[in-house]
């Protein structure tokens, strides 16, 4: 189905950029072009607006029971920045270039969007409804945790999830090749919790040439340094146990570097700020670290933390939401196992700890139980996990086709 290279080249093409401080282009754009897709074949749509230019999409599909409890299907419409000089192909351009789509949001997460949007049209230009209520969404400011997107509507429009209870989202699906030649397919079926935090110290200012006891920058670079240096232990939680028993011990390549993620605690250093002249000695420095606790290991993390930054450093939450882990279990995940194995039956699904969060963690406030199922084939060679706020993202055209039909059948079986 070509329709949805098209569609998720147009999407590219619209910049909704978001660094985090709202003053970019926002979503509404991109909000007003979905919105345009899905009246096109008969759909009402609302648009949501929590700010001017931040935009969310919201349709409902009618199943055919009326007693089933209905999903939800969503995709944010932002995408992070960009330095177009760094890419081979212009990230707003959706080039298709070496069988792929480029640009920014090719893999996270334009490309999901299309591919609802694509199996949507279809079905309804078919009259094909599913069996239970099919709720779309379409984000905002996922990218910079959510306050304008998906908190926004749950907040503020419960009910629009009037009748919800499980919902299938971005970073799951996608296909493994492992060293020995398997191919396995990453449902996520948890997450970790996030904690990102600006850390401060005090210190007394004066003359930088002056002997100094008291010396801001020098106390917030050593806590830094430790907690960026901690080796934090493995900690198994039940999904990644099951990972590990599926896997046994293969090896994942690049994506290790997400998989090793989802087996321990972490934190980065991504931050740091202090002074304003040469010759003086600041009185605060300040960084902010990004940090990620596993489920059920969050009073251990901040506890580390805490310990790590020491006495002479405080902390305070930029962002702070909650870890979750669902049981890969149940007739939703029996439809999306199914569907991938229709496609491709010599693969094996296995499910995930994601290492970073998703707009389920503000639907799961509402009791929706959730998975990443955004399915692609993917090439063994292309490093996937990669792409994900990186340089020359894109996805291959082929993996766009088998992610529509996938959906399609999994809409069927669910």
């Not at 298709?96 to 969007?113: L, S």
């Not at 299309?114 to 279809?122: D, K």
């Not at 997107?149 to 493994?176: D, N, R, Y």
């Not at 401060?200 to 930088?208: E, F, L, M």
Request: include cysteine; hydrophobic fraction near 40%.
């Amino acid at each position: 189905m070509d329709e949805v290279v098209e569609l998720c080249r147009d999407l590219i093409r619209i910049d909704s950029t978001n660094a985090g401080d709202n003053a970019g282009p926002g979503e509404r754009a991109a909000a007003e072009y979905v919105a345009g897709k899905l009246a096109e074949v008969g759909l009402e749509t609302t648009i949501l607006e929590s700010d001017d230019r931040r935009a969310n999409v919201v349709a409902r599909i009618q199943g055919t029971d009326p007693g089933k409890p209905a999903l939800l299907l969503h995709g944010h419409l932002d995408v992070v920045p960009f330095d177009a000089n760094d890419w081979a192909h212009h990230p707003l351009s959706g080039e298709i270039a070496d069988g792929c789509v480029w640009g920014r949001g090719a893999v996270d997460m334009k490309d999901m969007d299309a591919m609802i949007l694509a199996v949507v049209r279809q079905r309804l230009r078919e009259n094909r409804l599913p069996g239970r209520d099919v709720v779309l969404m379409f984000t905002a400011d996922e990218e910079a945790g959510g306050d304008y997107g998906a908190k926004f509507l749950v907040e503020k429009h419960p009910e629009q999830f009037e009748g919800v209870t499980e919902a299938i989202g971005e970073v799951g699906g996608f296909s493994v090749s492992t060293d020995g030649g398997k191919r396995l397919y990453l449902i996520e079926a948890a997450e970790k919790g996030m904690a990102w935090m600006r850390v401060t110290a005090k210190g007394r200012a004066g003359h930088g040439s002056m002997l100094s006891t008291d010396n801001a920058v020098t106390e917030i670079a050593e806590a830094v340094a430790r907690v960026g240096r901690y080796e934090w232990p493995v900690r198994l939680t039940p999904t990644m146990r099951r990972f590990q028993e599926a896997t046994g011990g293969m090896d994942l390549g690049p994506l290790q570097r997400m998989i090793g993620a989802g087996l321990r605690n972490t934190v980065n250093p991504t931050m740091l700020r202090a002074g304003y002249k040469s010759n003086v000695i600041p009185q605060t420095a300040e960084a902010v670290i990004d940090g990620r606790f596993l489920p059920g290991f969050e009073e251990e993390f901040f506890a580390t933390v805490d310990e790590l930054l020491g006495p002479n450093v405080t902390r305070e939450f930029v962002q702070h939401q909650i870890a979750l882990e669902f049981g890969f279990e149940g007739p939703l995940v029996d439809a999306m196992v199914q569907a991938l194995r229709n496609e491709d039956p010599e693969g094996t699904a296995v499910p995930y700890t994601m290492s970073g969060g998703t707009d389920l963690k503000s639907f799961s406030r509402l009791g929706i139980k959730g998975f990443g199922f955004a399915p692609l084939r993917l090439p063994a060679e292309l490093d996937f996990s990669g792409m994900f706020h990186g340089v020359d993202e894109r996805v291959p055209v082929d993996s766009l086709r088998f992610g529509v039909r996938v959906l399609d059948q999994f809409l069927d079986l669910c």
